[in-house]
């Protein structure tokens, strides 16, 4: 009998079959049951710390008055604070921040930082609320869970639909309730109130060092060898420009819009102008048009989907035709799909390892913050890939270790992290 048997499996999160952070818990349950884990630890692990459900009254521009309803959840802080993005989105509901916020939890053991996972969200349609109602939106949800953030215990950072400006107005109400600034209270903020170089670039950035150490790992060349990249937003849009600044020739793009394709290479800084432009990439001129399952499709070295999750399922995997998918986005590959990779011989670096960039750098805006002290661009950007290529080779040494692909060792790795934190520390009563 595993590990989660014995736990019973009812006990965790409750979540849709096809829900992508589903996929997420079975990984978990299997890297569990490889590494034998104890059952009392993983009953801990598979439940969330805490979760706060909180009703946010604002008065809108019209002079009624809405309640929307906030969520954040502490997932596991025994390696430090807990660390996780807010969101704002329709879509939000308990059980996908808890398993967000789980995920958070097993990324930060990955690259090793001293952080604990976190994730918030309010469930509202931010596109139709005004500037005026949405910075008391965020004011009233960040007074409303005050009595967890805090630089020691709880530092959110800007997930989907939230940017740097929605950063500073959390600090700055936390402050306000705090009698003096304190900006480590959350990351991803504008550079003028204590945000860091590099962190807009941070997880492009950490997904092309990943794909240079696992080209390396391969024996494949790095020049000249082709790309394709799904998602043409922060994350896409800093890999593309970095790996064709390595040398590799870019041959597919593609944002909500579709795709382009050109095998003999699209200029990554010009399509970044185009859109700059005209908001989408559809009508670039410099390639031919192709529709986002035919890029995932295109014969090339290397596949990066940076855009939406479960894009890559039992349907599609066995078209790929990638030798190598470095995971630019959270959860883009099915659990069905990444055993169909396998056994294709499709070497995939998993979301957990290859996005870690952003949360590498959020950790160095926190200590930043803390030292009262601004690193340079390059120092932030040596450290990251420091932390990137150590995390590589950690997980790369865990798959041979124990015979398993990236993924389930990535997942491993990190619960051994937390669970031995767990182990040390033991149970307070
Ligand atoms: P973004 O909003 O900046 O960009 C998203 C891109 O995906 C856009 O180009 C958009 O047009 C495209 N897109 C949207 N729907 C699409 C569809 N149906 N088909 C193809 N493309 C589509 O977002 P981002 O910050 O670049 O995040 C992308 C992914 O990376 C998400 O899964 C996010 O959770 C993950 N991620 C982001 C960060 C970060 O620091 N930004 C960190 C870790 C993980």
Redesign the pocket.
């Known amino acids: 009998m595993d590990a989660s048997q014995q736990a019973g499996r009812d006990q965790g999160p409750v979540l849709d079959e096809a829900n992508p952070f589903e996929g997420m818990m079975q990984r978990f349950d299997r890297a569990a049951e490889l590494l034998a884990l104890d059952p009392g630890i993983y009953r801990i692990l598979r439940n969330p710390e805490k979760q706060i459900i909180t009703r946010i009254p604002v008065m809108m521009d019209n002079g009624e008055v809405e309640v929307f309803t906030g969520y954040r959840v502490l997932y596991n802080t025994s390696r430090g604070p807990a660390k996780g993005g807010i969101r704002f989105d329709m879509g939000v509901t308990l059980d996908e921040v808890t398993a967000l916020a789980a995920w958070m939890t097993w990324k930060c053991a990955v690259v090793d930082i001293p952080f604990g996972g976190a994730k918030g969200g309010v469930v509202c349609e931010p596109f139709r609320l005004s500037n005026a109602e949405l910075e008391r939106m965020t004011r009233r949800y960040t007074a409303s869970i005050l009595e967890v953030l805090g630089p020691e215990s709880d530092v959110p950072a800007p997930?989907?639909n939230t940017n740097e400006q929605v950063m500073a107005w959390i600090m700055d109400t936390y402050s306000m309730h705090k009698r003096h600034t304190v900006t480590a209270v959350v990351t991803g903020k504008p550079i003028a109130i204590g945000g860091s170089r590099g962190r807009r670039e941070?997880?492009g950035r950490g997904v092309t060092i990943v794909v240079r150490e696992a080209l390396q790992h391969l024996g494949m060349p790095l020049a000249g060898s082709k790309v394709a990249i799904?998602?043409?937003?922060?994350?896409?849009?800093v890999a593309a420009e970095l790996l064709q600044d390595e040398g590799m020739t870019v041959i597919g793009l593609?944002?909500?819009?579709g795709g382009i394709y050109n095998p003999h290479g699209i200029y990554v800084r010009d399509a970044i102008e185009w859109v700059r432009a005209h908001r989408?990439l559809d009508g670039y001129p410099f390639g031919e048009p192709i529709t986002?399952e035919e890029l995932l499709e295109i014969e090339a070295d290397v596949l990066v989907p940076?855009?939406?999750?479960n894009?890559i399922t039992r349907k599609n995997a066995p078209n790929i035709r990638a030798k190598v998918i470095a995971e630019?986005?959270?959860?883009?590959i099915t659990a069905p799909a990444d055993s169909i990779l396998e056994d294709m011989g499709v070497f995939v670096v998993p979301?957990i390892l290859a996005?870690a960039g952003?949360?590498t750098v959020s950790y160095f805006e926190w200590v930043q913050n803390r030292e009262g002290y601004y690193w340079s661009e390059e120092m932030v950007n040596d450290r990251l890939r420091e932390t990137m290529i150590r995390s590589f080779g950690d997980v790369v040494r865990f798959s041979k270790e124990h015979n398993v692909n990236l993924r389930t060792a990535a997942y491993m790795l990190s619960i051994d992290r937390v669970a031995a934190v767990h182990r040390m520390r033991g149970i307070y009563a």
Do not use: I, R
């Not at 940076?306 to 999750?309: D, H, K, Q, V």
């Open positions: 997930d989907v941070a997880t799904q998602g043409f937003g922060n994350v896409g849009s593609s944002d909500k819009s989408f986002n940076a855009a939406l999750e894009v630019g986005a959270n959860g883009p979301d996005n952003g949360v």
